[in-house]
Structure formats: structure tokens, C-alpha cells
């Protein structure tokens, strides 16, 4: 009677402790799951079998969401050029064309849906003036903190995947 007791206690507690780990890497269930600031780790995209950095080695970026779901991202590649006249009314079409193909930014609210995995930013205004007032669905994970989400439709072609790291 020892012994079963023993063995139905300890199968319990490996139960209870597979539900806390599995609760450890639990899905995001709200926005607020995401609120606070992210730094971007990386940004990859893939076009007809071919992968690049979006915004080149070592981009900077940072996401931040706060707890009423408002958001503000932005990405830039880590070696965008000077503007020469050191005036950015001035720039060259060069120098701007280096610039707006390597920098991303909208802001706008964010939510999660729990059943299909998913994050939509509602995009308010972006340096892409295409997204402005849009939605954009997006698959997601957040696996302790690290957050990671899938750009179905790139605005340079492609499926883009960004991931995140969590500040502290």
C-alpha cells in the first residue's frame, strides 16, 4: 500500500510538473503577454528558395507595446548612409533610396488572437505608406523571451521572419 501510494504520489507530481513547464513556454494569450520592450535579434527573408538579411548583418531595432496594445517598431540596418549635406531635407535620391529600402517603422495597436496563433498590428501610419490604416495578420510564438512572427507578405517580396529578444 506504501509503495502504491508512493508511486501515485510521484506520478502526480511528474504531472503537475509537466503542466508547469508546459505552462513555461504557454502561448501568448493577449497582447498584454507582449507588452513591454523587444530588441531585434534578426530579420530574414526567403524569396524563390533564396535567403537574405532583410535589413542586412547586425540590424537594430527595437519593438515596444504597452499595456493598452499601442505599439512603435522600428528596424534599420545597422550601416544606413550619412546624409552628406548633413541636412535630411537635402538628401541625395541615393542616400534616400539606401535609407528608406533599409529602415521599417509603423506604429498603430496590436492584439492576439489565442485559436489560430496570431498577432494583427493595426497599422496606423508606416514609414511604408502602403500599410497605413491596414491590418496585418501575422503566425507568431513566444517561447520564453523570445518572440518570433512570420511576414506572410513582405513589402520587398517574400515571406520575412523577425525575431525578437526581450529586454530586461
Known amino acids: 500500500m506504501k509503495r502504491v501510494c508512493t508511486l501515485t504520489i510521484g506520478s502526480l507530481g511528474v504531472l503537475f510538473l509537466g503542466m508547469v513547464l508546459a505552462a513555461g513556454d504557454a502561448f501568448a494569450q493577449t497582447a498584454k503577454d507582449l507588452v513591454g520592450t ?5 530579420a530574414i527573408n526567403e524569396q524563390g528558395g533564396n535567403t537574405t538579411d532583410t535589413y542586412g548583418p547586425h540590424p537594430k531595432g527595437i519593438l515596444t507595446v504597452d499595456a493598452n496594445g499601442r505599439y512603435v517598431l522600428v528596424i534599420a540596418r545597422a550601416d544606413l548612409p550619412k546624409v552628406a549635406s548633413n541636412n535630411r531635407t537635402t538628401a541625395t535620391p541615393e542616400e534616400n533610396k539606401a ?7 509603423h506604429f498603430g495597436t496590436v492584439s492576439v488572437n489565442a ?18 490604416g491596414t491590418e496585418q495578420k501575422r503566425p507568431f510564438t513566444v517561447t520564453g523571451d523570445e518572440l518570433q512572427y512570420t511576414v506572410p507578405a513582405a513589402s520587398g517580396g517574400g515571406t520575412a521572419t523577425v525575431v525578437w529578444k526581450r529586454t530586461k
Open 38 to 42: 523587444w530588441t531585434l535579434v534578426s
Open 115 to 132: 485559436a489560430d496563433k496570431t498577432i494583427t498590428f493595426k497599422i496606423e501610419t508606416s514609414l511604408f505608406p502602403n500599410w497605413d
Open 99 to 105: 535609407i528608406v529600402q533599409g529602415s521599417g517603422v
